[in-house]
């Protein structure tokens, strides 16, 4: 199983970045894939997870109306559309999946939003 988070980087605030999760050694139609975001010190927090079946979406509460996942199973990917980032939106944010031997988590990708 690999995940390999993209698309972070250095973003000015209000910015618009859009994140990506490629999958694979699994076969990716079948399980949810999430993310989440982790500030250094603090937990690793959820923003949202898609389901396989029917794409349908669950959003952390203080995630919603400015993170939107997707997916595209032709391409083993989910993405994080971000808007209106702002300067608290700086941290890691990790895709995982998972799976009844366990849980896996990607490397992250770094996004800092900064002017």
């Known amino acids: 199983v690999q995940l390999v988070e993209s698309g972070g980087g250095l973003v000015q605030p209000g910015g618009s970045p859009r994140l990506s999760c490629a999958a694979s050694g699994f076969i990716f139609d079948d399980y949810a894939i999430a993310w989440f975001r982790q500030v250094p010190g603090k937990e690793r927090e959820g923003i949202s997870c898609?389901?396989?079946?029917?794409?349908?979406?669950y959003d952390a509460p203080s995630m919603k109306g400015r993170f939107t996942i997707s997916r595209d199973n032709a391409k083993n990917t989910v993405f994080l559309q971000m808007n209106s980032l702002k300067l608290e939106d700086t941290a890691v944010y990790y895709c995982n999946a998972n799976f009844p031997y366990g849980a896996y988590w990607g490397q992250g990708t770094q996004v800092t939003v900064s002017s």
């Open positions: 898609i389901r396989s079946t029917d794409g349908k979406t």
